[in-house]
């Protein structure tokens, strides 16, 4: 597939999800971005947001597996890996949990426990699972969408900063504006149309392939690296990003190059991507009067190219 035939079927993309959800165009080009980075995502955002249906949506249009799973307080690891067990006749049964989807959403993780938090985001990284009977690889494509409520509210356990790191990205989902709440009420108020499928999983896959060859020259690479260093050294962060972010920059910049079309990553590519790849790898101090965000635009108002 070539560049500019990833751009037509992804227009075609938008089009179809346009049908279900009303305006969050931002929050789906960069979830799309980090499938094809072979990232996963933070969603952060309040309930009610859509976040589910855009996950199912997205799942649907690209002939993908999805599974669900809610935080909770008393939620184990076997609850989403699965777990062995022996039948009436001593045959040992695997159960494979919900992670053995292509697209799986985890809801309020941060209201599972940390341990539970930990064995999932190992098994994320590791794209493998475990048991007593030998090692089973998670299906191709796979990512993880894992919602967290922004309020620390109590029976929560905020994902560590250290682990917030091994998300590609964090998406902010938020409210609608009134226009897209009065189109959502519309698309409410008649029959849902029917939803053709974009893409195939397959594709998906060979997207992921394809990005890879995408061209960066060090001019960019040299503006990444350059906004990265400097969270390491403001005054109003506890701890900068790692270079993990300058990766994240870099495959997240070549997946977003690939879907408007374009053999070589521009710097419109890399800006789209900086508070998604930033605000979940930086720590603010307490008292600074500043939030991430702002500190990101800050970053990106000073460093040119």
């Known amino acids: ?101 292509n697209i799986v959403l985890i809801d309020e993780l941060n209201r599972a426990p940390p341990k539970t938090q930990t064995s999932l985001l190992e098994s994320m990284e590791e ?22 409520n922004p309020l620390r509210i109590e029976g929560t356990n905020p994902i560590p900063l250290v682990q917030a790191d091994r998300f590609l990205f964090k998406v902010n989902v938020t409210y609608p504006t009134k226009e897209e709440e009065i189109e959502m009420l519309k698309l409410k108020d008649k029959e849902q149309q029917k939803l053709e499928k974009v893409f195939e999983k397959e594709e998906i896959i060979e997207l992921s392939q ?35 972010a300058s990766i994240a920059f870099m495959l997240g910049a070549k997946a977003r190059a690939l879907l408007k079309g374009r053999e070589e990553v521009e710097i419109d590519d890399v800006r789209f991507i900086a508070h998604a790849v930033l605000e979940h790898r930086i720590a603010v101090r307490p008292g600074a009067g500043i939030g991430a965000s702002s500190i990101v635009d800050e970053l990106l108002a000073q460093v040119k190219i």
């Open 1 to 101: 597939m070539e560049p500019k035939e990833v751009a037509e079927r992804y227009v075609k993309f938008q089009n179809e999800i346009s049908k279900v959800i009303a305006g969050k165009e931002k929050e789906i080009e960069l979830i799309f971005v980090g499938l094809i980075a072979n990232g996963h995502i933070l969603l952060e955002g309040m309930p009610g947001l859509a976040k589910t249906t855009m996950a199912k949506t997205i799942a649907q249009l690209i002939n993908c597996s999805f599974g669900r799973i809610q935080g909770t307080p008393d939620l184990q690891p076997r609850d989403i890996l699965g777990f062995e067990f022996y039948d009436p006749n001593g045959k040992l049964i695997l159960w494979k949990g919900p992670i053995f989807n």
């Open 127 to 148: 794209r493998q699972v475990t048991f007593s009977s030998g090692t089973i690889p998670l299906p191709k494509p796979f990512i993880v969408l894992a919602t967290q």
């Open 210 to 244: 394809l990005a890879k060859s995408i061209k960066i020259n060090e001019e960019i690479m040299q503006y990444i690296v350059e906004i990265v260093s400097r969270t390491r050294q403001h005054q109003h962060l506890l701890m900068g990003a790692s270079p993990r």
